[in-house]
């Protein structure tokens, strides 16, 4: 073979090479950090780029696209000394390459390590309870922290996902045992407090029974004691009578007092001690010796 045609063909290889070297194509949703002699020079959007072949060199091929993280589960302290497991999900994205290739070596390893560490120190300011029922605000709480120093390795945190926040099986088997003591505590207080309201509803019962029996005995007594009254004033209107029809002021005594007699003997007669009643022959005389009345002729 002919010495010049091997150079010739050598020459147009190196040519071939040179330009295929120097000619990059960039996809969408790329974009290339070029090094010239070991130095960052520029980054090459998506499309036709053209560098220096042999001097510039391809130091990284970095996606514009976002990037999900998985924070994997981890065991976290509370304030009050509760453990909880955790995970979450990031989404990131890279919008500065070269700081991102050359400000921090792994800026997925570091960006996963950076908002577990972050998590923790959150967790660990709040209780139990506000940790179980605070996702939103532990979520705000984490970006905010983390911001800044993915800021400087060129990366934006889209959002950070709270996947789950649960106690572990130790907590949550005394957290179990504590509700079910909690429930018991609230059937004996609302046992209690039923009893408590039966109680005061009998009580009330029978305060108004007693107003009641006493309004029904004042009423009776009222009536009885008006039924006195009429009955006084039956017994004067008639002696009034009497007295007018025969015109003796001593004799209508004598008949009420005949009449209150008469009826003491009939109680006697009826009594079970009594055997035998004996009446005096002339009563009007005895009264008249009894209450030392005299009746005119």
């Known amino acids: 073979m002919d010495v010049g045609l091997i150079i010739v063909v050598a020459i147009l290889v190196l040519v071939f090479v040179t330009i295929a070297n120097g000619v990059k194509i960039v996809p969408q949703g790329y974009e290339f950090v070029i090094m010239r002699l070991g130095k960052y020079h520029t980054t090459l959007t998506p499309g036709?780029?053209?560098?220096?072949?042999?001097?510039?060199?391809?130091?990284?091929?970095?996606?514009?696209?976002?990037i999900s993280l998985d924070i994997p589960s981890q065991e976290v302290i509370t304030r009050d000394n509760a453990v909880i497991i955790t995970n979450a999900i990031a989404f990131i994205n890279i919008h500065t390459p070269h700081k991102a290739i050359f400000g921090i070596d792994f800026y997925e390893h570091a960006t996963k390590n950076l908002i577990m560490t972050n998590l923790r120190a959150i967790i660990g300011q709040m209780d139990l309870d506000d940790a179980l029922s605070s996702r939103e605000q532990i979520k705000v709480k984490l970006?905010?922290?983390?911001?800044n120093d993915l800021e400087d390795w060129g990366l934006t945190v889209k959002s950070i996902e709270i996947q789950d926040i649960k106690p572990?099986?130790?907590m949550q088997a005394s957290m179990e045992r504590q509700a079910a003591a909690e429930r018991?505590?609230?059937?004996?207080?609302?046992?209690?407090?039923?009893?408590?309201?039966?109680?005061?509803?009998?009580?009330?019962?029978?305060?108004?029974?007693?107003?009641?029996?006493?309004?029904?005995?004042?009423?009776?007594?009222?009536?009885d004691a008006e039924a006195r009254v009429v009955l006084a004033q039956a017994t004067k209107d008639a002696l009034a009578l009497v007295q007018q029809g025969i015109g003796n002021e001593q004799l209508p005594a004598l008949y009420l007092l005949g009449e209150k007699y008469i009826g003491a003997l009939q109680e006697l007669g009826l009594s079970g001690n009594a055997k035998t009643v004996v009446l005096p022959a002339d009563l009007p005389a005895a009264l008249q010796g009894m209450f030392g009345l005299k009746v005119g002729k």
Not at 57 to 64: G, H, L
Not at 143 to 147: D, F, K, L, V
């Open 48 to 66: 036709l780029n053209l560098i220096i072949p042999y001097i510039d060199t391809i130091a990284a091929k970095v996606t514009r696209k976002d």
């Open 143 to 147: 970006i905010q922290a983390i911001a």
């Open 168 to 170: 572990s099986a130790t």
């Open 184 to 223: 018991i505590r609230r059937a004996a207080i609302t046992e209690a407090e039923g009893e408590k309201q039966a109680a005061i509803l009998t009580a009330e019962g029978q305060k108004q029974k007693a107003i009641l029996e006493a309004e029904g005995g004042l009423e009776a007594s009222r009536r």
